[in-house]
């Protein structure tokens, strides 16, 4: 799943539909179409004002307090219908079901069609007037890097008081927004801690915040992680996953102490670290 620098750069990649008129919105799937109080109609007609981003959330701002919130989850891609990356029997079924289903929305603005491609068909569209009402009943934290102030408090209290492990509990998005799998190992390594030790046991956690905070920020300079089919809003994959250190390496040294990196399941997710670099006490 993309994780914040992901979304990131594919928000970056959509930040040209900015100033065009959306003419509509078409569901193909319905259900992309997750727990949306408004007509995809109320949109047509409306100018995009702004592409954002809160966590691993897409923000499509438009007129008149409407926002699209796109979650792209395991394989949502938004890509220009003309792109090669969409199957010829896919775009041929498309709005027939089966195959067509997996092109799930398709956004018709001034000059550009952009099809809402997603194989696995997890990704979800929300049409909202209230995009804080929205992330506070979905329990999202404030995103690092735009409300950075409130985004540092809440995963300070939320750690605190957190008897999960470290690693399970960076994958709180209630804590931390836009942090996953990746990006929760490799912080863990840069700081030398132990997936396994209980959230509210880990002191400096300011330290914690700006070790993850530089960290996504790197990886945004790379235009994120490519990891399995994911690419971004112009279908180029991004570099950061050749600088990953323990997520992934398995068995491979570790490029600090040499030891073998060790894979453990934490919450059912994949857990990678270094034996020798982050002892557990
Ligand atoms: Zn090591």
């Known amino acids: ?6 979304v990131e750069t594919v928000v970056r ?17 319905s259900r992309v179409w997750f727990e949306s109080p408004l007509d ?33 989850r395991m394989t949502g891609k938004m890509l220009d219908s003309k792109s090669q990356l969409i199957p010829d029997p896919v775009r041929n079924a498309i709005g027939k079901g089966g195959k067509g289903f997996q092109i799930r929305s398709r956004f ?4 550009c069609d952009l099809f809402f491609y997603d194989p696995r068909r997890f990704g979800t569209l929300t049409l909202v007037s209230d995009e804080d009402r929205y992330f506070r009943e979905k329990k999202i934290a404030p995103d690092p890097f735009h409300r950075p102030e409130e ?20 994958l709180d998005q209630s804590i931390i927004a836009g942090v996953g799998n ?79 990196i060790s894979r453990i399941l934490l919450g059912g997710r994949a857990t990678h670290f270094c034996p ?6």
Request: hydrophobic share 40%; with cysteine.
């Open 182 to 260: 990746i990006y929760a190992d490799e912080a863990l390594f840069l700081r030398k801690i132990h997936p396994q030790i209980l959230a509210l046991e880990i002191r400096e956690l300011k330290k914690l915040w700006q070790e993850i905070v530089a960290l996504l920020e790197r990886s945004i300079t790379s235009g994120g992680s490519s990891i399995r089919n994911y690419v971004n809003a112009s279908g180029e994959a991004g570099t950061y996953a050749q600088k990953h250190l323990v997520y992934g390496k398995t068995g491979e040294a570790c490029s600090r102490c040499g030891t073998f």
């Open 108 to 111: 018709s603005f001034t000059g």
């Open 13 to 29: 990649g959509l930040a040209y539909l900015v100033g065009r008129k959306l003419h509509s919105l078409e569901i193909f799937d």
């Open 40 to 72: 995809p109609k109320s949109l047509k007609g409306l100018q995009l004002l702004e592409v954002a981003r809160r966590g691993k959330y897409i923000l499509l701002r438009f007129e008149k307090n409407r926002t699209v919130i796109q979650h792209l």
């Open 276 to 281: 020798s670099c982050q002892p557990r006490s």
């Open 151 to 170: 985004a540092f408090l809440c995963f300070q209290e939320g750690l605190r008081k957190c008897k999960k492990p470290i690693k399970t509990a960076l």
């Open 1 to 6: 799943m993309p994780e914040l620098p992901e």
